[in-house]
């Protein structure tokens, strides 16, 4: 089938990969801002993706004070505000796209291709989606956290392509595989393509990237090329 659509995930795939030390980083930063203990914040932080991914909380604010409860912690307003501020700043700092993204994305709408994005993410990341790199580039950004769903869910793969206009079968997804997500677009039907990242950024949230025996890529650039391919 001819490939018509190309389904994107955001961070460490469009996005430049980010070193699990600065990842890390942050989220020690967030806490100590806070004023939560770095260690047991972090590990909160990781045990509540859920909740930031799909969007019940509402609000990244919401999300910081989840986590500030579920350590039996309090943080005042002015605390919460600047942690806030430095996960919003963080945000946008790792939503920097890999050098042949912007590139990458204008070929594909030259070649007549329709693109979407399937992001797990939290609710800053929307809101930082239109000032960002991205912003006009991608026809049809689909955010966990807008839309309830949330990898590999099939459902949320099928609203992309509901979105797009187009069936699983005609659409390439392009992932580095967090959250299982190259096996949840293969079960949908959609050719599933790894974009490798190095070794040093930590395989968070359920990854496959080192268990994925299908198609890969080191670089976007290399779309265009897989397109002809399989087709
Ligand atoms: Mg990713």
């Not at 291709?113 to 930082?128: E, G, H």
């Not at 807008?146 to 979105?163: I, T």
């Not at 949230?205 to 299908?214: F, I, K, L, M």
Request: net charge negative; hydrophobic share 40%; with cysteine.
């Amino acid at each position: 089938m001819r490939v018509q659509a190309v389904v994107f995930d955001l961070f460490n795939t469009l996005t430049a990969p980010v070193e699990d030390g600065e990842f890390k980083a942050s989220v020690r930063a967030i806490a100590a801002a806070a004023g939560m203990d770095p260690e047991a914040f972090t590990q909160r932080w990781f045990d509540l993706w859920r909740e930031r991914f799909d969007g019940r909380s509402g609000s990244i604010e919401a999300d910081l004070r989840g986590v500030c409860e579920a350590m039996d912690g309090e943080a005042d307003e002015t605390a919460i505000r600047r942690a806030v501020e430095i996960r919003v700043e963080f945000s946008r700092r790792t939503l920097r796209p890999r050098g042949d993204a912007v590139a990458t994305l204008r070929r594909l709408r030259r070649m007549g291709l329709r693109t979407a994005l399937l992001s797990n993410c939290s609710a800053d990341v929307p809101d930082l989606w239109p000032s960002s790199p991205y912003a006009g580039l991608i026809d049809e950004p689909l955010f966990s956290c807008v839309e309830g769903l949330v990898k590999p869910d099939s459902d949320f793969y099928r609203r992309a392509c509901e979105r797009l206009g187009v069936g699983p079968a005609a659409c390439i997804y392009v992932g580095d595989g967090g959250n299982h997500e190259l096996t949840g677009a293969a079960r949908v039907g959609m050719r599933a393509v790894l974009i490798r990242t190095p070794a040093t950024r930590a395989a968070t949230y359920d990854s496959e990237r080192s268990s994925w025996r299908g198609e890969a890529i080191d670089t976007l650039s290399e779309i265009p090329e897989l397109i002809g391919a399989g087709s």
